[in-house]
């Protein structure tokens, strides 16, 4: 459905129209006429489909509809989020969205100094975004207050509810005064949490769930390669070089191992640049300003940035350590391929993995395609060589069969 069709201001139309947005996504279609109806909504859905406009587009027009003036009513919607980066990136949505409107939006979160941040919620704010540990304590020190509150929205659903803050959670929803509309987003969820949501919400609460049976966005072709522990540095050297224009994230399990991978990329004379939580606010944010204007074109980073972060025009992802959690291979891959762009997503396995590959392919309910290396084109990777197949064609070779099997079709090798 086109967005000028909706019952939505004329200001947030021009926005969006502005922003590319002109069709709505399978998510955005089914959550907003709910979320403009004030129904509570848990909806699930693949990574890159547009979940954060799915909320943000009927929250800001109905504060736009009710705000006669530009005297500020107090804070209406509260958005809780689980990182800085999304909760600024979000934040950065709602502006954009917002923009001409009456209605004022900030992001909040911790790391930074706390006054210019009070300064601004002094000045009037109709929707916080904020993570929890920052918006807990202005809410104690006297400078949040919820009295106002009609919406509140959890995204990333999964891990807020995963990481311990379900108290946090419902002792801000007893505090909230007013009746309100909850609102839960993510992309995966399992049974418990899924409990936990659903005691969260009203009975008559909206329940959406897009392409259960495809955890991984079509957009995204992913794959798993096995490759030995100490071989993956020369993997992972090898494909940056085949790839030198190409914007890539490489995720790993800690910080420790996200420094590592840097230096030995450095030693061959390649430029990375580190994201994790061991970085302050500042640095942190000035990496992913340099990754997202292509200032720098390589990303390691821990499950920091596999969460919800839209960057454009990653082209493609790295798994140099599987990780320790399944569904956030899910979050991982859909890094790239997001929207109306294709994206692949390559796995290195070590033989020390294999359980761990066993449990994100039980999650998703289907194998991963292997990329088949024999032990010649092995040999020639760690060697380095300036001739012979690329992993580019290994994979293009590999998707190639794939379609071909699907079409019912003998398989033969496509000439170069």
């Known amino acids: 459905m086109k967005f000028e069709k909706y019952r939505i201001s004329e200001e947030i139309k021009k926005n969006l129209d502005r922003l590319g947005f002109k069709r709505t996504t399978d998510i955005q279609f089914k959550a907003i006429p709910s979320i403009m109806q ?28 009710e705000k006669r003036s530009k005297r500020w009513l107090g804070i209406q ?6 990182t800085h980066e999304l909760a600024h990136q979000i934040g950065d949505v709602f502006k954009d969205i917002a923009k001409q409107t009456k209605v004022k939006a900030f992001a909040l979160y911790g790391g930074v100094d706390q006054e210019p941040q009070i300064k601004r919620l002094q000045d009037g704010i109709d929707i916080l975004i904020a993570t929890p540990g ?3 304590d202005l809410i104690s020190q006297g400078y949040i207050l919820l009295n106002s509150v009609n919406t509140l929205v959890l995204d990333e659903a999964d891990q807020m509810l995963d990481l311990g803050f379900i108290k946090d959670i419902q002792d801000i929803k007893r505090k909230l005064t007013r009746k309100h509309q909850t609102l839960f987003f993510s992309a995966t969820i399992n049974k418990e949490i899924k409990k936990l949501a659903y005691s969260q919400v009203r009975g008559s609460a909206i329940r959406i769930q897009i392409s259960p049976e495809n955890l991984v966005a ?7 390669m096995f490759v030995e522990m100490d071989d993956k540095r020369f993997f992972l050297q090898r494909f940056i070089t085949d790839h030198p224009e190409d914007k890539i994230i490489v995720f790993v399990r800690t910080r420790v191992r996200a420094e590592r991978v840097a230096k030995a990329m450095a030693r061959v004379e390649i430029n990375t640049e580190t994201l994790h939580g061991e970085k302050d606010q500042d640095t942190r944010a000035e990496v992913m300003r340099h990754f997202k204007t292509g200032k720098s074109k390589i990303l390691i980073a821990t499950d920091i940035t596999a969460r919800g972060i839209d960057i454009p025009a990653v082209n493609y992802v ?4 599987l ?21 692949i997503a390559i796995s290195f396995c070590s033989r020390d993995e294999k359980v761990r590959l066993e449990e994100i392919q039980e999650f998703l309910g289907k194998e ?17 060589p300036k001739t012979g197949n690329t992993l580019e064609e290994l994979i293009e070779d590999i998707t190639y069969w794939e379609d071909n099997k699907k079409k019912k079709k003998k398989y033969r090798k496509p000439q170069k």
């Not at 919607?77 to 689980?82: A, F, R």
């Open 134 to 136: 920052r918006l807990f």
């Open 38 to 65: 004030g129904e509570d909504v848990l909806a699930i859905a693949q990574t890159g489909t547009g979940k954060t406009a799915a909320f943000a587009i009927p929250i800001i027009d109905r504060i736009q509809k």
């Open 77 to 82: 919607c509260i958005v809780m989020v689980p």
């Open 368 to 384: 991963i395609e292997e990329v088949t290396i024999g032990k010649k084109e092995y040999t020639h990777i760690l060697e380095r």
């Open 323 to 343: 990780p320790e959690k399944a569904e956030n291979y899910v979050h991982r891959v859909g890094r790239t391929g997001r929207g109306m762009n294709k994206g």
């Open 218 to 224: 079509k957009n995204v072709s992913h794959f798993v």
């Open 318 to 321: 790295i798994n140099y350590d």
